[in-house]
């Protein structure tokens, strides 16, 4: 199958990442995580504006009472403006670094976010619109891309270091996450699974880091397609769009380190381009409304 792929922004992102569609605005929020900004992206204008420099932001969400849910390398912060922001947890929490990497909401209005370290062992974080914060998952190399199906019976979160894509049990009364199974275990030759989402029939498409492609799983976590880019470096994915059937891709330009030493995949080119760019993709397939934070800004 051929596909219309298109770039929209071209910024040479040192590390092009989060990408989260407002449905209400009908705009892209995505971060260079590594410069420590953050861009708004308007189709019906194609400008891609810079909208924060300062802390790195890993991850974020659409927050439901205003503005956004930022996972950084300082905390979790509300965020309007770099002039109007909150802290919801800054520094630690049980003497544990706050340093977020990729991050999402969960259906009750919950932030779901995954710290990483690049010499240490990191954890997934709940955090409750109720303020309570809990560790869902542990021992995790690098915490990547998360999505819940459908149907909200199951909820997939991605861990680069072992290149899996995890699939648990969701409770969707309860929104208790249980019963770990491996979903999908790429090869050293297949490139590293990083960002995801979910689409509207419940597959799953998965930024294949190294291999320069966004693969879409069934929920047995079966290859359905993949999708070349001509950026060995693709990090994350997110449907937009009116009907929600484009699928907009980021990449990273930076090329000392990422992945950790040793972990490039057989396959990785080092001559070929690597990436910066957000691309977009006409689909004939629909994805579904990411879910939004239901944080209170404090008085």
């Known amino acids: 199958m051929k596909y219309e792929i298109e770039v929209v922004a ?18 892209l929020y995505w971060t260079d995580i590594r410069r ?33 849910t930022l996972g950084t390398w300082e905390g979790v912060q509300l965020w309007r403006s770099d002039d109007d922001t909150a802290w919801l947890e800054h520094g630690h929490i049980g003497g544990h670094p706050l340093q977020f990497n990729d991050c999402t909401a969960g259906p009750d209005g919950s932030f779901y976010a995954g710290t990483y370290f690049d010499d240490g062992i990191g954890k997934l974080f709940r955090f409750r619109p109720s303020g309570h914060a809990e560790v869902v998952a542990e021992d995790l190399g690098i915490s990547n891309g998360m999505g819940f199906s459908p149907d909200l019976s199951t909820f997939y979160h991605t861990e680069s270091i072992s290149r899996t894509i995890y699939r648990y049990d969701y409770d969707a009364t309860n929104h208790v996450i249980s019963n770990r199974h491996t979903l999908v275990k790429l090869g050293d030759d297949e490139g590293i699974p990083d960002g995801m989402t979910i689409d509207a029939d419940g597959f799953i498409w998965s930024a294949n880091y190294g291999g320069g492609a966004v693969i879409r799983f069934d929920p047995d976590g079966k290859e359905e ?13 997110m449907f937009g769009g009116e009907d929600l059937s484009d699928l907009y891709v980021t990449s990273i330009a930076r090329g000392d380190g990422l992945p950790p030493s040793g972990l490039e995949p057989k396959i990785y080119d080092f001559s070929a381009h690597r990436g910066g760019e957000l691309f977009r993709v006409k689909l004939d397939v629909q994805g579904k409304r990411e879910f939004e934070t239901e944080f209170l800004w404090p008085q």
């Open 10 to 27: 071209n910024i040479a992102a040192f590390v092009g990442e989060a990408p989260v569609w407002d449905w209400r605005l009908n705009i």
């Open 36 to 68: 420590g900004r953050m861009y708004q992206f308007d189709p019906a204008t194609r400008e891609n504006r810079k909208i924060h420099e300062g802390i790195f932001v890993g991850g974020l969400a659409v927050n439901r009472p205003g503005g956004l």
């Open 225 to 237: 397609r993949r999708i070349r880019f001509g950026a060995t470096q693709t990090s994350s994915v």
